[in-house]
């Protein structure tokens, strides 16, 4: 009877911890991506793996699409975690023909173990040609919750309560990491432009010269490609 007990107390536990370990981020929020129509529905961390299930949408005709075999997490040391597996989706030079615009491929990469406590990653295939990127991947239900709101008031065409949000969230006396700063900057100085607050805009777009955040340069150069310079 006590062996049995023990068992069942050791199993308890152990599921404990499962879930404890065991994270799930719906749709994270990013600072910069490479494609479009890509996106990550949802972050899976396990004590064993980390699985991105990703989406993308065709939108011309005679689409194709694949994955590189060299996709990697970037943790904010720069060390990376190489990819295991992958499901849904062909190994290039195979590719996904799409049927027709529209149409969606839904596909799941998967990782080892990502160390715990970590906040946000980059996601980076390289490869030779229009190869995918996610920059600055947060993994903070809170921060992505607060995010949510802002960027549903920009989709709701209230931009001018969206910077209020954003801007909020960058005076807030919280553990910023290199990958909020930059999803900050952007949306306040893309908002300060939509907004026509050209001092506003010129304010952050120096302050995001000046921050000296991982990929900044990257950042100023999407802007730029935006036509916003300073």
Not at 14 to 38: C, D, E, M, V
Not at 112 to 129: A, P
Not at 134 to 143: A, S, T
Request: hydrophobic content about 40%; charged content about 25%; aromatic content about 12%.
């Amino acid at each position: 009877m006590k062996k049995s007990i023990f068992f069942l107390i050791s199993a308890i536990l152990f599921q404990s911890g499962t879930t404890i370990l065991s994270q799930t981020f719906i749709r994270p929020n990013y600072a910069l991506k490479s494609h479009p129509t890509l996106e990550i529905k949802k972050v899976e961390l396990t004590p064993s793996a980390t699985k991105v299930w990703m989406t993308i949408e065709n939108r011309i005709e005679g689409g194709a699409f694949c994955a590189d075999r060299n996709i990697y997490i970037v943790y904010p040391d720069g060390s990376r975690l190489d990819l295991i597996s992958s499901s849904g989706i062909p190994v290039c030079p195979d590719s996904y023909k799409f049927k027709a615009p529209g149409e969606k491929l839904d596909f799941v990469l998967t990782f080892s173990r990502m160390l715990e406590g970590t906040k946000w990653f980059d996601l980076i295939e390289d490869c030779s040609d229009n190869c995918f990127s996610f920059y600055g991947v947060l993994l903070d239900e809170e921060l992505n919750r607060k995010i949510d709101e802002a960027f549903s008031l920009a989709e709701g065409n209230q931009p001018s309560a969206a910077l209020i949000n954003f801007i909020k969230l960058a005076d807030e006396k919280i553990n910023k990491s290199d990958a909020l700063e930059g999803l900050l900057y952007l949306n306040i100085i893309k908002l300060s432009a939509e907004t026509g607050n050209k001092a506003r805009e010129a304010e952050w777009y120096y302050r995001l010269q000046v921050s000296g955040i991982h990929e900044a340069k990257r950042y100023i150069k999407y802007l730029n490609d935006q036509g916003i310079k300073y």
